[in-house]
């Protein structure tokens, strides 16, 4: 292999394996560099949304089993280490499938743990290899707390999570945001007994109260122990178990929890530390790097994309954010529009938000109207059993659709029309111009502008 | 009860009964005739869309069990007549919901069968009652053929197929337009070896060529005998079956088959006759009734709406018709376009149609460019197991959306992300300006756009 190259790219997640297959189908001499085979896809595809998912997917079956015993007569054994046989499965077969690819596109992969040296050469195992651009996207990984440090065998990151070959007995979730309320609602139809202890007065990060509430009450109807405003102040060994101590920031008030493992989803840090930023003056702040408009580093051909940059860290921002850059490189006209970024959760309930939340606009002083239809009088989702949830837009006087979420069957889904809907700034009364199909979830949408 | 109204709605499908929720809840006084209470709700409701989707809920179960046999090492029995008991709940729940919103909107039930006398009078059962408008909306009935006339115990209607106890071991469907695909792909799963006859030359009525032959391919993979271009030429009671012999009319070949049932799915006529429409002059077309654009007969105060006329026999269409002359009698603003509604298929895979199939451009002269991908490349259907199938966009060449398909999971939610594009006049390179959430089934439109 040659050691010269158009574009070295730097961490084969999504921002990464997209920006050089964009650039390789267009002939360009690209080169991907990550730890291993196993590495490609990144964080998405190995430790986060795919097998996520896949365990949803299992779990979803598992509950719809249980709702239908009587119907079909059905007996079933929930097997947890078949369910990880599957995503290890799906995994690879996707993996596969992005291999294949950026063979077809000629892209070079390189494994090995890679540095910069100046801005226009990577070292990769001892080994020197220049471009005229470098594009760094390098991902993240999941942030221990100051007393909760993360040891992989019973205080687990989400990693270490997916990494289980049986499912813990009892387990806390340290933070109840998106990734920790999938978790929690997963490992519940799984068997686990869940306790969440968030510090936040709400769970599910910043959404809508409405939706906060809503997956609140769910949980506790199915015996997720949810504590807001809460944190651990204590945990002991004894015999196989962890006692966990936390308190209740308002009432002072201390509660005690035997748990098999503790599962700390507080957030992600960026994989910043061994790449020798130093040798082209990176700017950093919070282990993250900061990047010009363009994603450039300082205006260099150097660029950073995905998780190592303070956008929202999800891996759909990271394939735009590749893609810009790949358009950047070979000046292609390219745009990236982070409001109109779908917020989608994958809890039973679902949840899909896009724009604002009741509470911003309170907060912005933004009067405003609701539109707000329930599940429970949507015939699709009655035959579903999954008729829990609503269906809320907020517009301005004038019919400005300002945000929209769902909370319920296919939420994750259904959010991508009101995406549209807002890009397109019709007017809400607009909505219902269109016959939404019967029996179909999407007729919320209807009944609540009706 | 007073006999005096102001408007008397005959027939309490979705057109009726909505026409009538609507006028209620602005305080007109309103009368809703139908012949029995297990008649609210119509054919949508208890013989149509509403129990052919519990059906193909259950059947979606039993074929995802089947899938994951081995992960969870599932048992069970297909027991049809508990999914039909589950489809009832479900229907009662469902009626239940639509009686109490008329209560609570003041509607006036009326049971019985009834009949015009002149434009302001409606009889039932030997009653008079009078009102300022009357609006028909008698839906429809399911058609014989000349040589096929159903007799509702071994030659079966739609609605005679959903009130068997038992699922028939060997099943002819006559028409593979969107019922019969529908009932075949559902039935299959349940069990039955099923066998279509189909007149034209492709299946799915008149969608784009693509999506009917994916459908072929899958039918054909699930051992559903798919014969196009096909008719029945002879039927014989040969002890319990029926041996029929059905000609291809291409060839002039003969095949034939024993089946237990005949399903026959070959569209439906108005329900018109018994309504003595020659009272006030009412102009039919092959039953269906002729009404102007505001869908008044002869611009008097009577109204038809909902199947009884020539507009697409759907639920949501009737639904839309009734709203809109509710609206029309209390002179509120009303506007519905036929042009924005999507075509959605509960088959296995799904599919979601709207605007201009590739055959109808072409059949027009008009230039296009199509936008395609594929689920088997979309990871959210990879990991529900449903990767069969595809969505495509149709463009001119300034990039005006002209027509849009999915088929494949969940692909009668995913249409309307189109229709709302469609209705908004976005340029079909704008669908990419949302960033699709990860990992979704809508992320397809990126693919296919990008």
Redesign the interface.
């Known amino acids: 292999m040659e050691n010269k190259f158009d574009v070295i790219v730097l961490g084969a997640g999504?921002a990464g394996y997209e920006c050089a297959l964009y650039l390789g189908e267009r002939g360009k001499r690209v080169c991907l560099v990550d730890k291993s085979e196993e590495n490609i896809g990144g964080t998405?595809?190995n430790e986060g949304?795919?097998p996520v998912?896949?365990l949803v997917?299992?779990a979803h079956?598992?509950q719809?089993?249980k709702e239908?015993k009587?119907?079909?007569?059905?007996?079933?054994?929930?097997?947890y280490s078949?369910?990880v046989?599957?995503l290890e499965e799906?995994k690879s077969?996707?993996r596969q499938?992005i291999i294949s690819r950026l063979k077809r596109c000629n892209v070079n992969l390189i494994f090995g743990k890679g540095m910069l040296i100046d801005k226009n050469t990577v070292r990769v195992c001892d080994v020197d290899y220049s471009a005229d651009n470098i594009v760094l996207s390098t991902g993240s990984y999941p942030k221990s707390l100051p007393n909760l440090v993360i040891d992989e065998k019973r205080i687990i990151s989400s990693s270490g999570l997916l990494r289980l070959k049986e499912i813990p007995k009892d387990i806390l979730v340290v933070g109840g945001g998106y990734v920790g309320c999938e978790f929690a609602s997963l490992l519940n139809y799984f068997g686990s007994k869940v306790t969440i202890v968030e510090f936040l007065p709400k769970i599910m990060g910043f959404e809508d109260d409405e939706v906060s509430r809503t997956m609140l009450r769910d949980f506790k109807k199915r015996n997720i122990a949810v504590n807001t405003n809460s944190e651990i102040v204590d945990i002991q060994n004894i015999d196989e178990k962890m006692l966990v101590k936390f308190k209740n920031r308002e009432n002072n008030s201390v509660k005690e929890v035997f748990v098999d493992i503790i599962l700390v989803s507080v957030g992600r840090g960026a994989n910043t530390k061994d790449l020798n930023l130093e040798s082209i003056n990176v700017k950093t702040e919070n282990e993250f790097i900061v990047t010009e408009k363009n994603f450039s580093i300082n205006n260099t051909s150097v660029y950073a994309v995905g998780d190592i940059i303070k956008t929202p860290m999800?891996?759909?921002?990271a394939?735009?954010e590749g893609?810009f850059v790949a358009k950047e490189i070979i000046k292609e006209p390219r745009?990236?529009?982070?409001n109109?970024?779908?917020?989608?959760v994958f809890t039973d309930p679902g949840v899909?938000c896009i724009g604002f939340t009741e509470e911003d606009l309170k907060s912005k002083g933004i009067s405003y109207k609701t539109y707000k239809a329930f599940f429970k009088?949507n015939?699709?989702a009655?035959?579903?059993g999954q008729n829990s949830g609503f269906f809320k837009a907020l517009a301005s006087d004038d019919g400005t659709i300002l945000g929209a979420m769902f909370i319920g069957p296919?939420a994750?889904?259904?959010?991508?029309?009101m995406?549209?809907?807002m890009?397109?700034?019709?007017n809400i009364t607009?909505?219902n111009?269109?016959?939404?199909?019967?029996?179909?979830?999407?007729?919320i949408?209807f009944n609540a502008v009706?």
């Open positions: 999504p998405c595809l949304c795919i998912k896949s997917e299992s079956l598992i719809r089993m239908y009587n119907v079909f007569n059905i007996n079933f054994d929930v097997e078949n369910a046989k599957l799906q077969q996707l499938g999800l891996a759909n921002v394939t735009r893609i745009s990236i529009n982070y109109l970024l779908p917020r989608v899909g009088g015939g699709k009655l035959i579903m296919m994750y889904e259904l959010i991508h029309i995406a549209i809907a890009k397109s700034s019709i607009e909505l111009d269109i016959i939404y199909g019967h029996p179909t979830l999407s007729e949408i009706l």
